[in-house]
C-alpha cells in the first residue's frame, strides 16, 4: 500500500552544525487544516482519486498483466515480459524491476488500487463538511464510493486476500491494516456500490468524460457479483442498466475503436480511461497517453494506419484467430496481413521476425495523433452487461429464453447466428465465457474469466505458438504475490497462500 509521507521539521545543514536530533511527525495539515474547504478542493479531491485509472492504464498494467498472461495474446520477449507468459515471475517481481518496468506489473495494480483507496477516503471522510452546492457534493461522494469500490475489486481480482481500506491514514496508526478474506473485501465493495448508486448521477451524453455515473457502478456491482458468485446480484444489477435509453451497443463493432469515433462510442462505453495527448480535455485522465497503440503495431512504425510510432511487442495466437468464426465481424480486429507506409502489403510470414504466424491486435490503431495516441482503452461496456446477465441468468436458472435472449444481442452484432438452441445451463455458460472471449480480447478480461471459473490450468497449456511452444502455469499463478516491498513497508500484511 501507499505509505504516508513525513515531512522533517528541521532542516540541518552539515556545514553548518555537528549533529542534531530529527524526529518524525505525521503531516497531515494538507488533508485537515488547509484543503476541503471550498468546492474546488472538493473537485480537487475527486479528481486525484481518478488519477490512479490513469496509472493503471497508462502502462498499462491493468491491460497488461490480463493479456499476457491469459490464450488470446503474447509478448514478444522484451523488457522481461515473458515472465507473465511463463509464469516465472516472483514476489519481487525482480525480471520486471530491472527492467525498468514495474508500470506493466502487478506491483502497479497494487500500487495505484491502494494510492486510489487512500485519495477516495479522503473524499468520503472530508467532503461532506464542505460548504458547496448540495447536489455536486452528492455526486462526489458517490464518485468517491464507485472508486474505492473499483480499487479494492482491481485488488482482489489480482491478489485474493487484500487489505480493505476504509479510513484515511490522518495518524500513522491507520496506515497499518491487515488483510481480510476475499469475502470481507466483496462485503465491503458492495456496500461501497450502494452507496455509489444511491448518489451518481444518471448516465447521459451531458456526463463529463472519464466520470462515474449510476450504470456505472451498478455495472461494476453486476461484474464484482459475477465474480464473487453471486449471481441473483450480479443478474439483478446488470438488468437496472439495460432501460437506459442513451447506452447500447454500437451497431458497427469496429466503430468501438475507431479513434475518429470515441465521443460516439460513449453510448457503448459506460466507463472508460479516457486517453489523451494534451491538456485540452477537462476530466480526471486528460494529459495521460498509453503504449497499446505502440505495442499493438508492426515493427520500425512500419504502418502508419496502426499507429506514428510502433514496435511490433503484441500479437495475438494464431489458435485465437482461427477460434472465431470467419463471418464474426470481430475478427477484423484482428489481421494476418498489413499495408505498410510505401502502400505494399505484408504477408502474415514477414509481419514480425520473432515467428511467421504472427496476427496483430487492431483494436489500438491510432492514425490520427501526432503526439501520443489518443484512443480511449474501455474498462466497462454495454456488451458487458449482456453478457454479465446471460451467465447470471443461466446459473440461476438455466439457458432460458431470456439467457438466449441476453447473448443474442451480442451475437447479432458480431453478424452470427444464433446460439444452438437447447443447451443444458453448463454448456450455455461455456458459450458465454467463449463470447466474452472473442469480445473482449485485448481489454484485459481473460485472465480473470479463467481464474475466476479457475479453468485457466486447462487452458493456458494449450495457448501456444512456436515462440512460446510451452506454457506451465502452477495453481499458485491464479492470484499473483503480494509484492515484497509491500510486506517489507507493512509489518502487518502477510503473503498470500501459497506464495509463503
Known amino acids: 500500500m501507499q505509505r504516508i509521507k513525513y515531512i522533517l521539521p528541521l532542516v540541518c545543514l552539515f556545514s553548518l552544525v555537528v549533529s542534531c536530533d530529527l524526529e518524525e511527525e505525521v503531516y497531515s495539515s494538507i488533508y485537515t487544516s488547509n484543503f476541503y ?282 489458435s485465437f484467430y482461427n477460434s472465431f468464426n470467419p463471418i464474426d465481424k470481430r475478427r477484423l480486429l484482428l489481421d494476418t496481413t498489413y499495408v505498410n507506409n510505401a502502400g505494399a502489403t505484408v504477408r502474415q510470414k514477414n509481419i514480425t521476425p520473432i515467428t511467421p504466424k504472427g496476427v496483430l491486435v487492431k483494436k489500438y490503431m491510432d492514425p490520427v495523433s501526432t503526439s501520443g495516441n489518443v484512443n480511449n482503452i474501455p474498462i466497462f461496456r454495454m456488451a458487458d452487461v449482456y453478457l454479465i446477465a446471460a451467465e447470471a441468468e443461466a446459473h440461476l436458472n438455466g439457458a432460458t429464453e431470456t439467457a438466449y435472449k441476453y447473448i443474442k444481442v451480442v451475437r447479432d452484432r458480431a453478424g452470427l447466428t444464433d446460439l444452438t438452441p437447447g443447451l443444458n445451463a453448463d454448456a450455455f455458460v461455456k458459450a458465454v465465457l467463449q463470447e466474452r472471449s472473442w469480445e473482449f480480447f485485448g481489454e484485459g478480461d481473460r485472465w480473470y474469466d479463467l481464474t475466476r471459473t479457475n479453468t485457466f490450468m486447462e487452458v493456458i497449456p494449450l495457448a501456444v505458438s512456436d515462440y512460446y511452444p510451452q506454457r506451465t502455469p502452477q495453481p499458485k499463478n491464479r492470484y499473483f504475490p503480494i509484492p515484497q516491498d509491500e510486506l517489507n513497508a507493512n509489518t502487518d500484511l502477510e503473503q498470500n497462500d501459497p506464495w509463503k
Not at 83 to 110: C, H, K, M
Not at 136 to 156: D, N, S, V
Not at 171 to 200: E, F, H, P, R, W
Not at 242 to 269: F, G, H, Q, T
Open 37 to 318: 474547504k471550498t468546492s474546488s478542493d472538493a473537485e480537487a479531491a475527486i479528481t486525484a482519486a481518478y488519477d490512479p485509472i490513469a496509472d493503471l492504464y497508462n502502462g498499462p498494467a491493468a491491460v497488461l498483466v490480463s493479456d499476457m498472461s491469459a490464450d488470446q495474446t503474447y509478448p514478444r520477449v522484451a523488457v522481461s515480459r515473458n515472465t507473465l507468459t511463463l509464469f516465472t515471475y516472483d514476489v519481487n517481481y525482480t525480471a520486471q524491476r530491472t527492467a525498468g518496468r514495474l508500470f506493466e506489473s502487478p506491483q502497479q495494480i497494487w500500487l495505484s488500487c491502494y494510492d486510489g483507496i487512500e485519495k477516495a477516503n479522503w473524499v468520503i471522510a472530508k467532503v461532506p463538511g464542505v460548504s458547496m452546492d448540495a447536489a455536486r457534493k452528492k455526486e462526489i461522494i458517490g464518485e468517491a464510493f464507485f472508486l474505492r469500490a473499483f480499487y479494492h475489486w482491481m485488488a482482489t481480482k489480482n491478489f485474493g486476500d487484500v487489505i480493505v481500506k476504509t479510513t484515511p491514514s490522518d495518524v500513522l496508526g491507520n496506515a497499518y491494516v491487515t488483510k481480510s478474506s476475499m469475502a470481507d473485501v466483496y462485503k465491503q465493495i458492495y456496500t461501497d456500490l450502494d452507496s455509489a448508486v444511491a448518489k451518481l448521477p444518471t448516465h447521459t451524453a451531458s456526463l463529463v468524460k472519464g466520470r462515474a455515473s449510476k450504470e456505472a457502478a451498478l455495472t461494476l456491482y453486476a461484474k464484482a457479483a459475477l465474480y464473487n458468485e453471486d449471481w441473483a446480484k450480479a443478474l439483478t444489477n446488470a438488468q437496472a442498466v439495460l432501460p437506459n435509453a442513451y447506452l447500447r451497443l454500437m451497431p458497427n463493432v469496429l466503430d468501438v475503436y475507431d479513434v475518429s469515433k470515441e465521443d460516439l462510442a460513449r453510448v457503448e462505453n459506460i466507463f472508460a480511461f479516457e486517453s489523451e495527448s494534451n491538456t485540452s480535455v477537462s476530466g480526471s485522465t486528460s494529459s495521460r497517453s498509453h503504449q497499446m497503440v505502440g505495442l499493438c503495431g508492426p515493427p520500425g512504425s512500419a504502418s502508419k494506419q496502426y499507429g506514428l510510432t510502433t514496435f511490433g511487442s503484441f500479437f495475438a495466437y494464431q
